[in-house]
């Protein structure tokens, strides 16, 4: 919640070329009041000189496209809009498929996917690759958009035929259906993104604002085990804290309490949760997600890199480790190769032992495969120099996850979902 109450949503968005994702954004800002008064004239000037009798609200977003087209960047751009109720934070991300790594990237902190379909031409390959990397990364909530009603004539058949078919690619996921929401909307017209479409009298549902203020951030959380790695050690040395010694960071996965049993990682001393701070206030319980300063109840030796984990739920500890890579640098990963590997805030060195196979994103299996090129994904065993304490990636995200680090360069050439 922020200092007005309003809950926090983050979004990413994907679409194929011209499903109509830039126009969906700018219709959202607009219907949210987030655009100023200079930018609709602008849109307005252009839409006229256009020779449009609408205003096009893809222009809202026209410059960030304007610069993936040009090449200057393929970074993800993040928009920001609110309602009275909640704030929200878009990734939007490129839909090529040569892309692939900018749409892991910006979704791998998302909780909701706004996944767009053009209603004229249904389900394709990119729509196969998309809900594949949402699917990859865990994303607690999908939303089909089935976009350009209008040029389907609002046709019931049209969304039930769309739906079917993707619904086909969710029994293939490891989604289930209570995670995905359709909704039938032209984001041109603005039916079905802030009001009610009267075009459209046979869909029941919200609207796609309304169904992303239902969404509640504490259902979309991960729910795991309770992992705080230490980002800093603090010592405010202060006659008020002149004996303060607290432990700071964020904490993922589950909930910490006043009085819980820990276990320190890697030494494996044990201790007790003495207090949690926020600033200046004193809690009994931290929940998942928040950034805190523990004290302990004994003298332990802590510092940044190390983990709190409540007693009965140590992570493995691993020096070799399987993982899913998204090949994000042009450089190759082949066998042999060795990388930096950073888990969290720890880095250890890391070798490609092995790369099992190569996954096809459009649910179809796997193949053999020597190498791993820019934006190819694939199963790889790696062998570490010392152990790292992890999760799996579907057990707990955070403790999951990791980026591969060329030795050389310090460029990221991979990012790493442990199995």
């Not at 976009?147 to 293939?172: R, S, T």
């Not at 196979?357 to 796997?366: A, L, P």
């Amino acid at each position: 919640m922020d200092t007005q109450g309003r809950k926090l949503i983050k979004i990413a968005t994907a679409g194929s070329v011209d499903d109509g994702k830039s126009t969906l954004i700018g219709r959202l800002l607009y219907d949210t009041n987030s655009l100023t008064t200079d930018k609709i004239e602008a849109i307005e000037r252009s839409s006229k000189q256009r020779g449009y009798d609408y205003l096009d609200f893809s222009l809202a977003t026209d410059g960030l496209v304007a610069e993936r087209e040009q090449g200057i960047t393929i970074d993800v751009a993040h928009i920001y809009f609110n309602t009275d109720k909640t704030n929200f934070i878009v990734a939007d991300t490129p839909g090529h498929v040569e892309y692939t790594r900018n749409m892991v990237t910006g979704a791998s902190t998302s909780q909701v996917a706004i996944v767009l379909i053009d209603a004229r031409k249904g389900v394709i390959e990119q729509t196969y690759r998309h809900f594949f990397i949402a699917n990859l990364l865990r994303i607690s909530h999908v939303v089909v958009a089935i976009n350009k009603m209008d040029l389907v004539g609002y046709e019931e058949e049209v969304f039930l035929k769309i739906k079917d078919d993707f619904n086909e690619l969710v029994a293939k996921s490891d989604f289930n259906e209570d995670q995905i929401t359709f909704i039938p909307v032209s984001a041109l017209k603005g039916e079905n993104i802030a009001r009610k479409s009267q075009e459209m009298p046979w869909y029941l549902g919200n609207t796609l604002l309304d169904h992303l203020e239902v969404l509640e951030p504490a259902d979309l959380q991960e729910n795991s085990v309770a992992r705080f790695p230490i980002q800093y050690v603090t010592r405010p040395k202060t006659e008020a804290y002149h004996d303060f010694r607290g432990f700071s960071g964020k904490l993922y996965g589950g909930s910490l309490k006043v009085g819980d049993q820990v276990t320190v990682l890697p030494s494996g001393n044990e201790t007790t949760i003495k207090s949690i701070h926020f600033f200046d206030q004193e809690y009994q319980e931290a929940e998942v997600g928040s950034s805190i300063t523990i004290t302990l109840a004994d003298e332990v030796d802590l510092s940044r890199g190390d983990m709190l984990v409540k007693r009965e739920t140590i992570p493995q500890s691993e020096k070799q480790i399987s993982a899913t890579i998204c090949q994000v640098n042009s450089k190759i990963l082949k066998v042999g190769n060795k990388y930096i590997l950073q888990h969290g805030v720890n880095r250890v060195l890391a070798k490609v032992d092995e790369i099992e196979s190569r996954i096809h994103t459009d649910f179809s299996g796997k193949e053999d495969a020597e190498q791993l090129k820019l934006n190819d994904i694939g199963k790889v065993k790696f062998r570490l120099s010392k152990p790292i304490h992890a999760d799996s990636y579907t057990s707990n995200k955070s403790n999951g996850s990791f980026i591969l680090i060329d030795e050389s360069s310090f460029d990221t050439v991979g990012v790493g979902f442990i199995d």
